[in-house]
């Protein structure tokens, strides 16, 4: 049987349509870039061009093949960077260390996974379960920016313990639940520091990280509690939180509560918070507390910003934000690089910029 040339392209038309439907790739990515002024006691203001005052900047590469029965196989490798400068960010290969070459490094995800009605079973360097209660889903702010949940819910490292974990964690096996439990979401992850059994005592399980959150929402309710435990042999790292957010009309109302334990030390965290909106822009407010024991000093801060959308890829923002120490404290700061010296300090911060996403 002979077949026409004409035949021959619209079999292979038909063949390549097929496998484009089954399985597709995606590039992305985001900037972030603008002004940032910071003053802290005892240190004078520093003026800088800073990324990411609103959302992380990335480039990344995902995608997606339809297996057949239900079955899908996925990729997703995210790598953090530095608009400013041009250059790339951190990763750690144990949950120990920090590389930061400063190169494009797939640092903020790079997984793979399996998904089907029954869940999603992801491998690699992902967010742990006890992170996603800090984001901007239950924090005003997210953890970007001047007004970043970081400055006061992130750990603070002490004892010898330099946590990697409050974030992210390498080498981990992590189960999502499906989209079809009537509100209910959730995931538990388990992350390996992948040391030898012979190590020196004590530190055979550092950087093994136990994780799970679980959540409902349902109508103008949103409400999730996450908690996470890595192994240190100088002392171990425990990230609980609670967070919730109830729509009542423009007003996002938003609380959120979270402890970290290093070793014997603790600090507590409390905020509340909204984001109201107004047509094409949003304001932002939070304030928070912080008690500490054991470690540091206990802290206050408040937030307020604005986010105006200029299209459904780019957006200006500005946000304001101080944060006072207590007492004789002098640990917690506005952003990064500009700390307070002196006794019972504060810092502030003031930032304008622009976020675009492709």
Do not use: C
């Given at each position: 049987m002979k077949i026409t040339p004409v035949?021959?392209?619209?079999?292979?038309?038909?063949?390549?349509?097929?496998?484009?439907?089954?399985?597709?790739?995606?590039?992305?990515?985001?900037?972030?870039?603008?002004?940032?002024?910071?003053?802290?006691?005892?240190?004078?203001?520093?003026?800088s061009v800073n990324p990411d005052g609103n959302t992380s900047s990335r480039l990344g590469?995902?995608?997606?093949?339809?297996?057949?029965?239900?079955?899908?196989?996925?990729?997703?490798l995210e790598g953090a960077i530095n608009p400013d400068t041009g250059t790339g960010g951190s990763t750690s290969t144990n949950n120990k260390d920090s590389l930061n070459p400063g190169s494009l490094t797939f640092g903020r995800r790079s997984t793979v996974s399996l998904s089907n009605?029954?869940?999603?079973?992801?491998?690699?360097?992902?967010?742990?379960?006890s992170f996603w209660n800090l984001s901007v889903a239950m924090?005003?702010?997210?953890t970007n920016g001047v007004g970043s949940a970081g400055q006061l819910f992130y750990p603070v490292s002490t004892g010898g313990t330099t946590v990697r974990t409050n974030v992210r964690?390498?080498?981990?096996?992590?189960?999502?639940?499906?989209?079809?439990?009537?509100?209910?979401?959730?995931?538990?992850?388990?992350?390996?520091?992948?040391?030898?059994?012979n190590a020196a005592a004590g530190t055979s399980k550092d950087g093994n990280h136990i994780g799970g959150r679980i959540g409902y929402a349902a109508g103008p309710l949103n409400v999730a509690f996450a908690?996470?435990?890595?192994?240190?042999?100088?002392?171990?790292?425990?990230?609980?939180?609670?967070?919730?957010?109830?729509?009542?009309?423009?007003?996002?109302?938003?609380?959120?509560?979270?402890?970290?334990k290093v070793g014997v030390t603790k600090t507590t965290i409390n905020m509340i918070g909204t984001q109201y909106s107004m047509g094409?822009?949003?304001?932002?407010?939070?304030?928070?507390t912080l008690k500490a024991d054991g470690v540091a000093n206990d802290a206050n801060q408040w937030a307020v910003g604005y986010v105006y959308?200029?299209?459904?890829?780019?957006?200006?923002?500005?946000?304001?934000s101080q944060v006072k120490n207590k007492g004789t404290g002098k640990q917690f700061t506005v952003g990064a690089g500009n700390a307070v010296t002196d006794a019972g300090g504060s810092s502030s911060g003031i930032e304008f910029g622009v976020r675009h996403s492709f």
């Amino acid at each position: 049987m002979k077949i026409t040339p004409v035949l021959a392209v619209a079999a292979l038309s038909s063949i390549a349509g097929l496998v484009q439907a089954q399985s597709t790739v995606q590039v992305f990515g985001l900037l972030d870039l603008g002004y940032l002024n910071t003053r802290a006691s005892g240190s004078g203001s520093v003026s800088s061009v800073n990324p990411d005052g609103n959302t992380s900047s990335r480039l990344g590469f995902r995608g997606t093949e339809d297996l057949g029965g239900g079955m899908n196989a996925s990729f997703w490798l995210e790598g953090a960077i530095n608009p400013d400068t041009g250059t790339g960010g951190s990763t750690s290969t144990n949950n120990k260390d920090s590389l930061n070459p400063g190169s494009l490094t797939f640092g903020r995800r790079s997984t793979v996974s399996l998904s089907n009605s029954m869940g999603e079973l992801r491998l690699g360097r992902d967010y742990v379960p006890s992170f996603w209660n800090l984001s901007v889903a239950m924090h005003p702010f997210g953890t970007n920016g001047v007004g970043s949940a970081g400055q006061l819910f992130y750990p603070v490292s002490t004892g010898g313990t330099t946590v990697r974990t409050n974030v992210r964690a390498s080498n981990s096996v992590g189960y999502i639940l499906p989209s079809t439990l009537g509100g209910v979401y959730g995931q538990a992850m388990y992350a390996m520091g992948e040391q030898a059994s012979n190590a020196a005592a004590g530190t055979s399980k550092d950087g093994n990280h136990i994780g799970g959150r679980i959540g409902y929402a349902a109508g103008p309710l949103n409400v999730a509690f996450a908690t996470g435990k890595t192994n240190y042999a100088t002392g171990d790292f425990t990230q609980t939180n609670l967070g919730a957010n109830y729509q009542f009309g423009r007003a996002k109302l938003m609380y959120l509560y979270g402890q970290n334990k290093v070793g014997v030390t603790k600090t507590t965290i409390n905020m509340i918070g909204t984001q109201y909106s107004m047509g094409l822009g949003e304001i932002r407010f939070a304030y928070t507390t912080l008690k500490a024991d054991g470690v540091a000093n206990d802290a206050n801060q408040w937030a307020v910003g604005y986010v105006y959308s200029l299209s459904k890829r780019t957006a200006l923002y500005s946000n304001y934000s101080q944060v006072k120490n207590k007492g004789t404290g002098k640990q917690f700061t506005v952003g990064a690089g500009n700390a307070v010296t002196d006794a019972g300090g504060s810092s502030s911060g003031i930032e304008f910029g622009v976020r675009h996403s492709f």
